[in-house]
């Protein structure tokens, strides 16, 4: 069975600084797909960045971009220039090329500090 | 345009009444989930439709747990005789063919 690990259970950065969230998995599939997601207290789980496990080259968006490890099975997830909004808790989660689910890691809580 | 919609957004029923959650997923997509979101047991998958095939109820917790989905686009999910434990927020999404799935505001149930 799949399975996602988020080590961090929380996790601070300070404003306009860089933080680095882990993210490590567990498959036998050779095709995969990963994701970040945000969840902001309003509750409403917003993507953040995917990647394709057949890509080698990391996927970027804006101030996000993930380290992609497949032989290690890690995909970081790399936040620059942080700021108050990107306070929220971070989800890793999978889903295999055949499969449907999503597999979510157990989260990791950022706080956003002045 | 338009996210995926669930409602209603806050239910308080008492133990062992029956509920009905809402979804209206992104039009187009032909890939419908849900989610259970509660204390301690993180996100976990509950069913998935996709297009006319049957649905994949592997992650059902009870039979007192059920979904449909119309027509190919709103879905119900209904809890029978709600317990306690079943106090979660219920997240809804949709997807298109690519994986990546659209996740709608969720709705908090509360079982007193």
């Known amino acids: 069975a799949q399975t996602v690990t988020q080590s961090q259970p929380e996790m601070s950065v300070q404003e306009a600084e860089t933080v680095t969230l882990s993210c490590t998995y567990d498959?036998?599939?050779?095709?995969?797909?990963l994701f970040w997601y945000k969840q902001p207290p309003s509750r409403q789980m917003i993507l953040v960045i995917r990647?394709?496990?057949?890509?080698?080259q990391n996927a970027t968006e804006n101030r996000f971009s993930v380290n992609f490890q497949k032989a290690a099975k890690s995909f970081s997830l790399k936040i620059s220039d942080s700021q108050l909004g990107d306070a929220a808790m971070y989800f890793c989660?999978?889903?295999?090329?055949?499969?449907?689910?999503?597999?979510f890691g157990t989260g990791t809580r950022l706080q956003v500090t002045l | 345009g338009a996210g995926v919609s669930q409602s209603p957004s806050n239910k308080v029923t008492e133990k062992g009444k029956d509920v009905e959650l809402r979804c209206d997923p992104i039009?187009?997509?032909?890939?419908l989930y849900w989610y259970r979101q509660s204390l301690g047991q993180g996100l976990e998958f509950l069913i998935y439709?996709?297009?006319?095939?049957?649905?994949?109820k592997s992650g059902l917790p009870s039979d007192r747990f059920s979904a449909e989905r119309t027509g190919g686009s709103v879905s119900t999910l209904t809890i029978q005789r709600t317990q306690q434990e079943d106090s979660a927020v219920y997240l809804c999404?949709?997807?298109?063919?690519?994986?990546?799935?659209?996740f709608g505001p969720g709705t908090r149930l509360t079982v007193l």
């Open positions: 439709f996709q297009g006319n095939s049957a649905p994949d």
């Open positions: 989660a999978y889903v295999g090329g055949t499969a449907s689910k999503l597999t």
């Open positions: 039009s187009g997509h032909t890939a």
């Open positions: 498959t036998s599939e050779s095709d995969y797909y």
């Open positions: 999404a949709s997807s298109p063919p690519r994986h990546e799935q659209f």
């Open positions: 990647q394709e496990a057949y890509k080698q």
